[in-house]
Structure formats: structure tokens, C-alpha cells
């Protein structure tokens, strides 16, 4: 049996009252959730409030291993999908979203607006992804490529062969190699426009080779290469940069933890350990705590 690979994160000084700083975060984020229905553009502040709150939830609870925790994954989760159910309704109609416990009656944008775009779409099918939530992975792969590339924020080419490969993967359509190569030549970084060559290298390119070792079935090759993300997502948020230090983005390894869930729920072993991955996230312990 091949020895677990531990990666730790920078320790975390969780304050005198951690309890009393997560209760009025959770306050402050329900508050952004209730105003979706009156404001739907203010979705992708919502969005981004929601999966920050996840996030600091877990660098208290590193293995989510508290209901709270889960529940901010699942109300991130919830409004990134109604984010896009939003984007893809007529204006003037409106759609049924479930959101932290409540239903609520989002009005339809009727298009693309500047937070309907790539990153966002990757955020939200990576959200899908680890609360095996499949019929909100199928919504977010049917999102119209148009819709994506309407929001005119500048993003690099690659990363639009990269959503279409996974709404190909996830909808077993054809062309899955072809988007995928696409997506690979696309991050070369001599070629780059819009984003560093460090934060090609070592956030936005490895999740590509984890996924492309999980469709090929190597299993050896794709604990490599997830070992390896997770080593790299470590360096860029701890090691290169101290102000990084204090991001939250670094809290989590949000794409590699998500192909990690596909690859766990697939039955493939997993040999790294760290609070990157938080260890009730990827192995589902809090599916069907409640409906979502």
C-alpha cells in the first residue's frame, strides 16, 4: 500500500472567539444571498461572498468536518449555479433556486453580464463537482459557450477549450481530445496576455494534467499529477509570494479538490493528505445531511 503524501497548509491562527467571528460571517453572507432576488446583478459579488465564507470555514474546520462547514460549501455551491440559471433565463422570467435552505425567486438577466464568464463557470462546476451535486453539474454543462465569451472580460483562449472539454467530459459528447489539446496548447506560457507565467504554471495549468490522468484511467500518473497541483497550489499561495499568505483563495485547492472528488467517487485511490483538500469534502461524509 503506497504511504499517504502529506502536504500541510500554513498554520492558522483562528482568533480568541472563532465561533463568534463564523456566526457573523454566515449573518453577513445570508444577507448577500437574500438581496439576489431583488438585485440579480449583484449575483457575482453574491457569489464571491459565498465561496469566501466556505473557505473561512475551512481554515477553522481544516477537515470540514462541522455542518456548518458543509453548509457553506452547499449555499456556494447553490449560488453559483443559480448565477448562471439566472444568466440563462429570458429577462423578465424568473427562476426557482434553492439557496442556503430557501427557496428563492431569482429574476432572469437574460444574457451575459460581466460576472458570466469563464472563471466563474469554473468556479461553479467545481462547487458542483464536490457536493455531487449531477443535476447542477448538467445545468452548468449545457451553459451556451456564447453566453461565456458575451461577458467580454479578457481571459486567456485556453480557458474556453478548457469549459468546453468538461461540459463535453460531463455530457459524454464528441471532441473530448480535441478540446482538450486545445486547452493544453493554449497555456504555453510564451503565449500568455492577460495572467503570469507563475500563475499558469502553478494554478491554472495543473488541474488540465490532473484531468487529463483521470480520463486516461493511469492511476498512477494521476496521483502524481494531483500531488504535484496541490504541492504547487501550496508554493504559489505560501512560498512565493508572503502577502499571499493572507488570501483566501489559497484556503483550499478548489480544482484539484474537485477532480479529486471525481476521481475518489470513481473508486481511484487518493494518496494526499491535506487540509487543501478537506478531507469530509472529498470523501462526500456529509451527502444527503439535508436537501439541497
Known sequence: MTSPTKISR???????????????????????????????????????????????????DPTANASETWEAWVAAMQTGSALFASATAPEGATVECMIAHEKRTVPGLGGPTHFTDPGTWLQAFWLAIICRD??????????????????????????????????TYWLEGEGLGDKLVAAFDGTNPENLRFVGRELMLKILYPPLNVFYRFITQDDEEFDKALVQAVELHHDYWTTSDEERSEDLDGAVALAPLALACLAYDAGRPITVESEYLPENLLDRSWLGEFPT
Open 10 to 60: 500554513t498554520p492558522y491562527d483562528p482568533g480568541e472567539n472563532p465561533a463568534e467571528l463564523l456566526k457573523g460571517v454566515d449573518a453577513r453572507t445570508l444577507r448577500e444571498i437574500e438581496r439576489v432576488e431583488r438585485s440579480p446583478h449583484m449575483f457575482g459579488l453574491t457569489f464571491g461572498k459565498t465561496l469566501s465564507t466556505a473557505y473561512i470555514h475551512c481554515l477553522h
Open 134 to 167: 449531477q443535476p447542477r453539474m448538467t445545468q452548468l454543462a449545457n451553459v451556451p459557450m456564447e453566453l461565456l465569451r458575451g461577458s467580454e472580460a479578457e481571459f486567456e483562449e485556453y480557458i474556453y477549450s478548457w469549459v468546453e472539454a468538461l461540459q
